[in-house]
């Protein structure tokens, strides 16, 4: 009977997202880590540029969001919460909102020494490009440029005049 419950744990672990204090994923992380939570913290090399002098620095893949792997029916997961860094576990009323596998392990595909390696598409000025993902998926617009943070910069058409957008390059397509 053990056994058989352990096994069942294992195959309830999933991926939640935890929203952290702003600019505290690094200490959300490593105190949950302590905590014994199978973390995950995208990151990327971020341009950045300041006085005229451009640098790289690593940077989250989402801004104020990490990841955790665990069972909410066999582990103490309303800790999370009250963690060091960490503003709350993103949740659905009193559970917790599970991510599908299929997300994480796409982001640690595109993983080279755990930097998550962000190729910016290839579009030229003016393009129509489609909207794939997000909020305005099936929209078109034209494509500006590609800004500082790799996000591709379109303006679409909303409420009738033109809107300078940026959006992950993941999100958009060649119209």
């Known amino acids: 009977r053990r056994g058989k419950s352990s096994k069942g744990s294992r195959l309830m672990m999933q991926w939640y ?6 600019h505290k994923e690094s200490v959300a992380l490593q105190n ?12 990327y090399q971020k341009r950045c540029r300041h ?15 990490l990841f955790v792997r665990m069972n909410p029916e066999a582990q103490r997961w309303r800790s999370i919460n009250g963690t060091l860094g960490v503003s709350y576990l993103l949740s659905d009323g009193p559970r917790p909102i599970p991510i ?8 640690r595909d595109q993983e080279r020494d755990g930097i998550v390696q962000i190729t ?12 794939t993902d997000g909020p305005f998926a099936e929209l078109e617009g034209l494509f500006e440029c590609i800004d500082d943070d790799q996000r591709v910069v379109l303006l679409l058409e ?8 940026r959006l992950p390059g993941h999100a958009v397509s060649a119209a």
Not at 17 to 22: C, D, E, F, M, V
Not at 51 to 65: G, Q, S
Not at 100 to 107: A, L
Not at 120 to 131: A, D, L, T
């Open 100 to 107: 599908p596998d299929r997300i994480i392990d796409t982001m």
């Open 158 to 165: 909303l409420m009738g005049r033109m809107v300078r957008t």
């Open 17 to 22: 997202a935890i929203y952290t204090q702003p």
């Open 51 to 65: 006085a005229r002098r451009a640098y790289t620095v690593m940077a989250p893949l989402f801004p104020r969001y």
């Open 32 to 43: 949950l880590l302590k905590q014994g939570f199978d973390t995950y913290l995208p990151r």
């Open 120 to 131: 910016s598409p290839s579009f030229v000025k003016g393009q129509k490009i489609c909207v």
